[in-house]
């Protein structure tokens, strides 16, 4: 086992390479998740649902780096919705490398729901991603996370304690309820299974081509907001998420990576 896997692994029992599973992760922050913990010598689960493609390259790019070292699974997360879907896709985690160490809840659905508009769906949707998923989850992976002395990493948003974004109630619920969850399960799975969150103020902007994309003037004015004077990045989401899995004395932690923005920010729009 080459030292990088022993530099970042978690306190594996039987010292096998180490398997993370990162849900929504063909892309953004969630491939540069699987991208960083694949660099330390990870094995890597890719879960997508309509990014299959992405995940397809990413996969290829990763085992031609290492044989056999990402697998992809692709399923919509309603699936912890039916009880016989969800023991597959919990096999299909097990299938891939045996064993799983690391979780990391990172799918997420993200938009506006202003009051007046909001409907049914909208609240399933956005608490599907946001939490319930990430809960159901934790649950059913519990038993094999505990073997592994593993752990789990959740992604947050600084609008999920605090301070609101305007707008968004129905996702700042939802991801206030995953923030609680993390707090929660870190009592309630210790001392075998440690939980934590990242909670990013901007890393990625939504994608241009999607209905959340933002124009030039109000991405300055973002920035103008932001103390560091810039839009993060992916990677230093992926840095603190790695810098949790490591690090064996810190549960129920939720470390801010926003640039300092939630220091001049009352809630309020993007
Ligand atoms: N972007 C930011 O700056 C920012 C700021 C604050 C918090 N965050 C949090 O950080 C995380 C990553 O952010 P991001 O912007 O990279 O996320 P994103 O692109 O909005 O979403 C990540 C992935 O979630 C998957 N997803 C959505 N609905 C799903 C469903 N029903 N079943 C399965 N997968 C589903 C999608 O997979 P497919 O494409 O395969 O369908 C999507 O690619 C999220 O939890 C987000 O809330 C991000």
Redesign the pocket.
Known sequence: MNQKINACQTENTNNQTPVMLV??S?????AAIVKAAHSQGYHVII??????Q??DNLADQLNDIRANSAKVIV????IVNDGAALESFIEHILKSFGQLDVLV??????YPSPLGSIDRTQWD?LF???AKAPLLLSQALLPYLKRQQGCIVS????HAHDRPFSNYTVYNMA?AAHRMMVQSLALEMAPEVRVNGV???????PDPTSDQAIDETQQLDIIRSIPMQRI?T?NE?AHSVLYLVQAQYVTGEIITVDGGRSLTMAGGHL
């Open positions: 849900t929504g063909a892309r953004r922050i969630g879960h997508c649902h309509r990014s299959e992405d995940a399923a919509d997360l309603a809840h990172n799918a997420s659905r993200f949707e599907l991603t946001n992604l947050l948003d600084i991801k909670a990013p103020g901007v890393n990625i902007l993060g992916p989401i």
